[in-house]
């Protein structure tokens, strides 16, 4: 990897980081926001909103960003792990939506499923690509 590639790395990884840091404190002002017309009704969902772009985004590509050795992720994998972050931020919200609202609806479970799914799928394809890269 030549120095060039070194800060192309750098600088995709912390575009990704910031923007996943700015979703995050979206999200946060957003639950904040909500709880304060929920008429005192809170919901952990809603509370932790932040957290899945924060610990799910911002830390991951901040580390593959700082470790040298780390390859940038190809577009599937990257692809497929932000849309696994995306689907638990989606249903965090909606899940506390709905218990703030004081209802329940079992196509919740859908969004957690989905993203277990498309974060593992992400993970994967980049271990492989790790792995292809050791081997080589």
């Not at 904040?32 to 909103?49: K, N």
């Not at 780390?70 to 792990?81: H, M």
């Not at 703030?100 to 394809?125: D, H, M, N, Q």
Request: hydrophobic letters at 40%; charged letters at 10%; a positive charge.
């Amino acid at each position: 990897m030549s120095l060039s590639d070194t800060k192309a790395k750098k600088l995709q990884t912390g575009r990704i980081a910031i923007i996943y840091l700015c979703v995050s404190m979206f999200c946060g002002m957003f639950s904040a926001i909500y709880e304060h017309f929920s008429h005192g009704v809170y919901s952990d969902f809603m509370v932790y909103l932040f957290m899945f772009p924060l610990a799910g985004g911002t830390l991951p590509f901040t580390a593959i960003g700082l470790i040298n050795k780390l390859p940038f992720p190809t577009p599937a994998a990257k692809r497929s792990y932000n849309s696994g972050i995306a689907s638990f931020t989606t249903g965090s919200c909606i899940k506390g939506i709905l218990d703030i609202y004081g209802t329940s609806s079992g196509y919740t479970s859908v969004y957690w499923v989905a993203g277990v799914l498309l974060v593992c799928a992400g993970l994967s394809s980049y271990i492989c690509q790790i792995y292809s890269r050791v081997k080589n």
